[in-house]
Each structure stands twice: as C-alpha cells, then as structure tokens.
Nanobody
Framework: QVQLVESGGGLVQPGGSLRLSCAAS????????MSWYRQAPGKERELVAT????????NYADSVKGRFTISRDNAKNTGYLQMNSLKPEDTAAYYC???????????????WGQGTQVTVSS
C-alpha cells in the first residue's frame, strides 16, 4: 500500500521555524522526485519546492526562496521541508508529493500525502 505521511505542522509565531517530514512507504521512494505544495483557504494549490530523486537539484518558489530548504534521506524513505523565518502568508495546508515519469509516453505518476496544517500567527 502506497503511503505518504506528512508530520511536523502546527502553530508557530512569525519569524519562527518548523520542519515538515514526509514518510514514504509502499513504493521505491528513491526513484521518485519529490515536491512540497501548499494550499491556503480560497487559493489554488501552490508548488513550494522540488528535489530530484537523488537530491542533487532543488528548486523553490520565489515566495520561499532563502527561507525554506527541501531535502531527503532515501535511506529513511523520508523527505523534509525546513521552514525558517515564517510569515503569516505561509499559513496553509502543506502536501508532500512524489512523482516520476515512466514509459515510452513519459506518463507522470503521482503519489500524495494527506497534508499537514501550518499556521503562522502571533
């Protein structure tokens, strides 16, 4: 059974930090790139950060660049999102996504977690 389980969300004051974790099981995590998305109430889901399957390349949304760091430990089948200098506008549900392109048609395969809430407020 494929699972992505996020943890580490919560309530934090502006300027604070949180570390989100994404534990993968039921598939070969090391063969999949990973992303973190977030979705605030009334807004579309936003891509926050992406990391390659081997962890050698990362990309970030401009809104989080310099504050967030995506990483992964394939030996532990776990991905992370370190969030520093949090702002109220970072408040959202955060989702872990593992994806890969396979086959002659280069079809994309996606797995999603259930989400973890991050609230930044004083």
């Amino acid at each position: 059974q494929v699972q992505l389980v996020e943890s580490g969300g919560g309530l934090v004051q502006p300027g604070g930090s949180l570390r989100l974790s994404c534990a993968a099981s039921g598939f070969t995590f090391s063969s999949y790139a990973m992303s973190w998305y977030r979705q605030a109430p009334g807004k579309e889901r936003e891509l926050v950060a992406t990391i390659t399957s081997v962890g050698d390349t990362t990309n970030y949304a401009d809104s989080v660049k310099g504050r967030f760091t995506i990483s992964r430990d394939n030996a532990k089948n776990t991905g992370y999102l370190q969030m520093n200098s949090l702002k109220p506008e970072d408040t959202a549900a955060y989702y872990c996504n593992a994806y890969a392109y396979r086959g002659s048609s280069w079809r994309r395969y996606d797995y999603w977690g259930q989400g973890t809430q991050v609230t930044v407020s004083s």
